[in-house]
């Protein structure tokens, strides 16, 4: 199994990290979308050329939520991560879609201001703040986002969480979201060295992004 990938992408992390758990290997290809040479190549693959490219035995899948279904159906020892009762995987899907809609759309959209060398603007602080306050709504009424334990809807709300280190957003009024972010990392072993690499990662970009616009 390949993934194309790259460790500061918020969707190749939640790809990567559901694979963690699932147990399974991957066979990562670091792709730089930026690179015109390595976007021709991924595109005879994925007509989209985005990363997370997932690859198993012929069979492509883009689009992050796609993947890590995938993964867990086709792969899972059990249903626990995305539940086969209707109503509780309801609440999985409804989490899901509130995080591609709402709170990475939010995120993202702070990011790229930041990333243009620019302040977001009110209304996009504004839209990210009702985001993180229905987040905190959601973790606090359950032990996790969508359920008792841990799912993948998880995973992918925690990916737009830790985002928002492009941002140097603090989550200081939301007590019940950085709790929630230790229980989730608690999930895996080797989270520390997983968030130090994309940490990295990440400041390495913004600082070479920062160098370009000067």
């Known amino acids: 199994m390949e993934l194309y990938s790259h460790i500061i992408s918020p969707p190749c992390q939640n790809v990567l990290l559901v694979a963690k758990k699932l147990g399974v290997t991957l066979n990562i290809k670091e792709t730089n979308v930026e690179d015109p040479v ?19 035995e012929g069979h492509v899948i ?4 796609a993947i890590a279904i995938y993964l867990v159906e086709k792969y899972g020892k059990d ?20 995080d591609i809609g709402t709170l990475y759309k939010s995120v993202l959209a702070n990011i790229d201001a930041v990333l243009e060398g620019k302040q977001p603007s009110e209304e996009l602080k504004e ?5 993180l306050d229905l987040t ?45 972010v230790a229980k989730v990392t608690a999930e895996f072993p080797d989270y520390a ?8 990662g990440t400041e390495a970009y913004i600082a070479a992004n920062a160098a370009k616009s000067n």
């Open 193 to 200: 060295e997983f968030h130090k690499e994309l940490t990295e």
């Open 62 to 65: 883009w689009e992050s939520y």
């Open 127 to 131: 839209k990210l703040k009702k985001a």
């Open 79 to 98: 249903d626990a991560l995305y539940p086969k009762d209707a109503k509780v995987r309801s609440v999985v899907n409804q989490r899901l879609f509130f």
């Open 38 to 56: 390595e976007v021709a190549a991924l595109t005879k693959i994925n007509p989209q050329h985005t990363i997370p490219t997932f690859v198993d």
């Open 136 to 180: 905190e709504k959601f973790v606090t009424e359950r032990a996790f986002v969508a359920a008792d334990h841990l799912t993948i809807a998880d995973i992918f709300v925690l990916g737009s969480v830790t985002a928002l280190g492009w941002v140097k957003y603090g989550l200081e009024a939301y007590p019940g979201i950085q709790s929630w």
